[in-house]
């Protein structure tokens, strides 16, 4: 069984910047698509970036340029840089993971870490 635990939030002022870590019980290499969402009090969860298990990332547009996602194999950890913060990135943050099986895919969430931006 694969666990995910977030690491990293905190409280940070507009422009300023966090990492947040994704530490995979397990292999990390085993996970092909491996993903940050987030969701704010009162909104849907929304996906922020995602890397696959050959390196290709995906962002959504608000985040480009700001927001970098890697991941270390050697360390099963994903990381989610986090630059130029605004106070609309105040959420708490999710990291998700797909792990192909034999015949089906499954799917794996983290707990959450929270993540508050300051005006």
């Known amino acids: 069984q694969v666990q995910l635990v977030e690491s990293g939030g905190g409280l940070v002022q507009s422009g300023g910047s966090l990492r947040l870590s994704c530490e995979v019980s397990?292999?990390?290499?085993?996970?092909?698509?491996v993903a940050w969402y987030r969701q704010a009090p009162g909104k849907q969860r929304e996906s922020v970036t995602s890397?696959?298990?050959?390196?290709?990332?995906d962002y959504m547009d608000s985040m480009k340029g700001r927001f970098t996602i890697s991941r270390d194999n050697a360390k099963n950890t994903v990381y989610l840089q986090m630059n130029s913060l605004k106070p609309e990135d105040s959420a708490t943050y999710y990291c998700?993971?797909?792990?192909?099986?034999?015949?089906?895919?499954?799917?794996?969430w983290g707990q959450g870490t929270q993540v508050t931006v300051s005006s």
């Open positions: 890397i696959t298990d050959g390196g290709s990332t």
């Open positions: 397990g292999s990390l290499s085993r996970l092909y698509h």
């Open positions: 998700y993971a797909k792990k192909r099986m034999l015949l089906s895919i499954e799917e794996f």
